[in-house]
């Protein structure tokens, strides 16, 4: 199995990192908590009464996860949670919430410079950036309840390479003939775990709905973790949720995906 260290940084878990070279300041930098990416439990509890933490799951792309079984994960925490008398209340705040993403194929973009730009990708689904709060240079953030999923999140530099400017929300980029306009742009970690493993290339972030559709892949469902015709797979899916007593989140989420081999999972809190 292989998983990158870059993607693995950017879900917020290094610790996974173990499984590849080079990694004992980004797993030093997840267990000080020095990652905003792996301080969303603390966020989301907010100094309530329930305990939270936050579950990460990696996989190489050889045993990726797909949207149906993010979907039975779901409905196994639900109904998990349900038993431990912890029901959804109708006009009450949620009392989970999740995000899974995909280091995708390298795409060439072109804005208003002269010339193209060939950028990393990060195809994200759920609620990625209330998971992963980058500092926000310029727009707004994308999200899974957007009635458009073709806007795009990319860092300053990819910026400055297509336009010349930080300050580019509401600017369209040129995909493979497809314009995708910029919601925002971000400003990536800069802790020090994070510039071990940064990528020289500039960073755009998309919808897994659009990553697909450029790509060529077929998102429609299929078996749980078979072959979704040419859909990416995910390598990483987050979860915030309650712990109720200490290592229950990571059950919960082991037992969902039938504690699998393949995997790494890790809980931080």
């Given amino acids: 199995m292989k998983i990158g260290k870059k993607h693995i940084v950017l879900c917020g878990s290094a610790a996974a990192s173990l499984l590849v070279s080079g990694v004992l300041a980004v797993v030093s930098s997840v267990l ?7 301080r969303a439990a603390e966020r989301w509890a907010d100094g309530g ?18 949207e149906g ?4 994960l779901r409905e196994s925490v639900t109904n998990a949670l349900k038993q431990a008398a912890m029901e959804q209340q109708k006009d009450g705040p949620r009392l989970w919430y999740d995000a899974y993403s995909t280091h995708g194929n390298d795409l060439i973009m072109k804005g208003t410079k002269r010339g193209s730009v ?33 806007r795009l999140v990319i860092d300053e530099r990819l910026a400055w390479d297509l336009f010349g400017s930080s300050q580019v929300s509401g600017m369209t980029i040129d995909i493979s ?5 910029v919601a925002g742009v971000v400003r990536l970690e800069q802790d020090s775990a994070s510039r071990k493993v940064a990528s020289d290339a500039p960073q755009a972030f ?8 450029l790509t060529g892949s077929d998102s ?25 007593v200490r290592g229950y989140a990571k059950m919960q989420v082991t037992d969902a995906l039938g504690e699998p081999s393949d995997m790494y999972i890790l809980q931080n809190t």
Wanted: charged share 15%; glycine share 12%.
């Fill in 32 to 38: 000080a908590g020095s990652l905003q990416s792996q």
């Fill in 49 to 66: 009464d329930v305990p939270y933490a936050q579950v990460s799951v990696f996989s190489g792309s050889d045993a990726a996860l797909y």
């Fill in 69 to 72: 079984s993010v979907d039975s």
């Fill in 118 to 150: 060939t950028a990393e990708i990060t195809a994200v689904g759920g609620d990625f950036f209330m998971m992963h709060p980058l500092q926000l240079v310029d727009g707004s953030y994308i999200g899974k309840d957007d009635l458009m999923q073709d």
């Fill in 177 to 181: 003939g497809k314009h995708c306009p």
């Fill in 206 to 213: 998309m919808s897994y709905t659009l990553y697909n559709s």
């Fill in 220 to 244: 429609s469902y299929g078996d749980y973790y078979g072959d979704y015709g040419s859909s990416a797979g995910i390598t990483c899916y987050e979860i915030v949720m309650p712990d109720l």
